[in-house]
């Protein structure tokens, strides 16, 4: 892949029009957590899933350090970074956009005659789709297909051509398909609500020791800030199921992989990919749900 001639000059009037930037290095990758951001210590990036206070001045915390701030773009810091960039990422969540990113032509000739035009950029295999309006991203959709928006980033490669569309209902089905997936049986909990002891009418554990065994799990995977997190996240998943095995159940287990699973996504796992790892991780080693 060439290297964008100027990133920062890219990043900046890009930052300018309200589109939060990023470099991306070699790979199509972002920039691995600081020493002070390791482990997630800091708290985050506002961005995130799970808020927090991260005043590192450098690029850390994966998509979730797009900005548009021309004085933090252009800070040493930052300016070290660009120097190593290869292209510049962008937050397409944070710009009010969805990206549906079409990897070879089979993906293409089955976004025409299924999604309605909108502008089209041009990428090494294939095409971005590009929509006005935000939701939650998911990776292989279907083959060939990733959506981008509030949780990923996209690489930057020209302001494309056509009108932009208003994110159509067809693309957010895409996504809500995999939401789908029966929950296991045994297992009564609300993906949106935190661990509650009084909901987990089946286990025989505290909340302190279920919420201190989490934090221990979470604070490895947001350690994998280069590789490894998706399988931290499994076994984070997989620790947590084996502690309830001796439980009569059900013991609320999915609220507790919702937290796993937006670490993961925080240091640059594909949301769908630390689903699936979380899922297998909590079917305990009996075989029975935990």
């Known amino acids: 892949m060439s290297k964008t001639p ?11 029009s309200g589109v939060p930037v990023l470099p991306l290095r070699r790979g199509k990758v972002p920039f691995g957590n600081c020493t002070t951001c390791a ?3 800091c708290g985050g990036r506002p961005n995130m899933k799970t808020p927090g206070p991260c005043h590192c001045p450098g690029v850390c915390h994966a998509w979730a350090a797009a900005t548009t701030d021309p004085s933090l773009i252009a800070s040493p810091p930052w300016v070290a970074a660009w120097r190593q960039a290869v292209c510049v990422g962008y937050h397409p969540g944070g710009a009010g956009l969805t990206v549906v990113d079409l990897d070879d032509a089979d993906a293409i000739a089955w976004a025409r005659t299924t999604l309605p035009a909108t502008r089209t950029v041009q990428t090494t295999r294939g ?8 939701m939650r991203s998911a990776n292989a959709v279907r083959p060939g297909v990733d959506v981008k928006s509030r949780m990923q980033y996209a690489r930057w490669l020209g302001h494309g051509t056509g009108p932009m569309t208003a994110l159509p ?12 997936t029966p929950a296991r049986a045994g297992v009564v909990s609300s993906p949106s609500t935190p661990w ?3 909901a987990a009418t089946g286990c025989r554990h505290t909340e302190r020791f279920v919420r201190t065994g989490l934090e221990r799990g979470l604070t490895l995977v947001r350690s994998r800030t280069e590789s490894g997190a998706g399988s931290q996240a499994f076994g984070a998943a997989r620790f947590l199921a084996v502690q309830h095995t001796a439980c009569p159940g059900p013991c609320a287990l999915e609220a507790l992989g919702e937290e796993i699973v937006a670490a993961a996504v925080s240091v640059g ?3 769908t990919y630390a689903r699936r790892a979380v899922a297998n991780g909590l079917q305990a080693p009996s075989g029975r749900a935990a």
């Open 39 to 41: 482990g997630n210590s």
């Open 6 to 16: 100027y990133p920062l000059h890219t990043a900046l009037s890009l930052a300018a």
């Open 127 to 134: 095409e971005h789709w590009i929509y006005r309006g935000a």
């Open 269 to 271: 796992v594909p949301e």
């Open 169 to 180: 209902s067809a693309v957010r089905a895409l996504v809500e398909k995999e939401d789908t």
């Open 196 to 198: 509650d002891r009084h």
